[in-house]
C-alpha cells in the first residue's frame, strides 16, 4: 500500500511559478512510476507528466511541455513538478499517482492517488 499526499498548491498570476510536492509512504518508492494528473472545473482528468522509478525517465503533455518538469528524489519519497510560466487554463486540482512498472498516460494506469491540491492562475 502507498499513501501519497500532496503539497504545494495555491494562487498565482499568471507567468508565475509553484513547485508542487507529493510525499510518499512505503520503503519501495523507487519502483513506481510516478504521474501528475489534473482536473479543471467540468472536465475530464487529463494526464500532465510522469517520472519512472529508478532511472527517472520523463514524459510530458504537449500543453505542459517545456513550461513544466517532473523530478523525483527516491531518498526522501518525494516526488515534485515545477510549474513555471503558469497560464490561466492550468488551473485544476492537481493529483500525484503511483504505479508499478513504466508510465501511462491514462489514469486507470495508476493504482494508488493523492487527495489533490488546488492550482489557480489569475490572469
Known amino acids: 500500500q502507498v499513501q501519497l499526499v500532496e503539497s504545494g498548491g495555491g494562487l498565482v498570476q499568471a507567468g508565475g511559478s509553484l513547485r508542487l510536492s507529493c510525499a510518499a509512504s512505503?520503503?519501495?518508492?523507487?519502483?513506481?512510476?510516478m504521474g501528475w494528473f489534473r482536473q479543471a472545473p467540468g472536465k475530464e482528468r487529463e494526464f500532465v507528466a510522469a517520472?519512472?522509478?529508478?532511472?527517472?525517465?520523463?514524459v510530458y503533455a504537449d500543453s505542459v511541455k517545456g513550461r513544466f518538469t517532473i523530478s523525483r528524489d527516491n531518498a526522501k519519497n518525494t516526488a515534485y513538478l515545477q510549474m513555471n510560466s503558469l497560464k490561466p487554463e492550468d488551473t485544476a486540482v492537481y493529483y500525484c499517482?503511483?504505479?508499478?512498472?513504466?508510465?501511462?498516460?491514462?489514469?486507470?494506469?495508476?493504482?494508488?492517488w493523492g487527495q489533490g491540491t488546488q492550482v489557480t492562475v489569475s490572469s
Open positions: 517520472v519512472t522509478g529508478s532511472v527517472s525517465n520523463t
Open positions: 499517482a503511483a504505479r508499478k512498472g513504466w508510465y501511462s498516460s491514462s489514469d486507470s494506469a495508476y493504482d494508488y
Open positions: 512505503g520503503r519501495t518508492f523507487s519502483m513506481y512510476t
